[in-house]
C-alpha cells in the first residue's frame, strides 16, 4: 500500500471549450510547459499538481456526462507567492503578455495582497501574497 490517499490531490483538471485555446493560453501566456497532449486533452506542467485541460464536449461524450457542456465559473484556481512585491513582478509580467486582469493587485480584509484574472473559460484565478498571518477566524483549527 502507497499511503496515498484523497488528500494527495496529484492532477486538477478544468473542462474547457476548446483545449488548444487553452493550452495556448496556459503554455503562451502563463508559460506552464506542456506535459501531454491528447484528443481533447491536455496535462500541464505546474509547481506543484498536474493541470489538466479537458474538453467538453470530449469528456461528455467519452464519459456520458452531458452536464459537462455547461459552461461556468465554478472554480478558481490560486498561486500563492512569496511577497507582495512578487505578485507585483507577475503581474507585470503578466500583463506585459497581454493578459487582462479584474483590477490591479489590492489589498483584502483577509489579509492578502491579491489580483484576479481569468482564462478563456472563465475559471477564476488568483495570484497573492499573505501580509501577515491569514485572517482566521476565532476558535478555528489552524494549520501551516
Not at 500541464?44 to 456520458?64: F, K
Not at 484556481?77 to 511577497?83: D, P
Not at 486582469?101 to 484574472?117: E, M, Q, R, S
Amino acid at each position: 500500500m502507497s499511503g496515498k490517499s484523497v488528500a494527495d490531490i496529484s492532477d486538477v483538471c478544468l473542462l474547457v471549450a476548446d483545449v488548444s485555446r487553452s493550452v495556448a493560453f496556459y503554455h503562451e501566456v502563463l508559460g506552464l510547459a506542456v506535459k501531454r497532449l491528447d484528443t481533447g486533452f491536455a496535462e500541464l506542467w505546474t509547481g506543484g499538481a498536474i493541470l489538466a485541460l479537458w474538453q467538453r464536449d470530449d469528456i461528455a461524450d467519452n464519459l456520458a456526462l452531458p452536464e459537462a457542456r455547461r459552461r461556468g465559473t465554478s472554480a478558481m484556481l490560486a498561486v500563492r507567492l512569496e511577497t507582495a512585491a512578487d505578485v507585483d513582478r507577475e503581474y507585470a509580467r503578466l500583463s506585459e503578455a497581454g493578459l487582462r486582469f479584474k483590477g490591479p493587485p489590492t489589498d483584502y480584509a483577509w489579509n492578502a495582497y491579491a489580483a484576479y484574472f481569468s482564462d478563456p473559460d472563465g475559471h477564476l484565478w488568483e495570484i497573492y501574497a499573505w501580509q501577515g498571518e491569514p485572517r482566521t477566524l476565532p476558535g478555528s483549527p489552524t494549520s501551516t
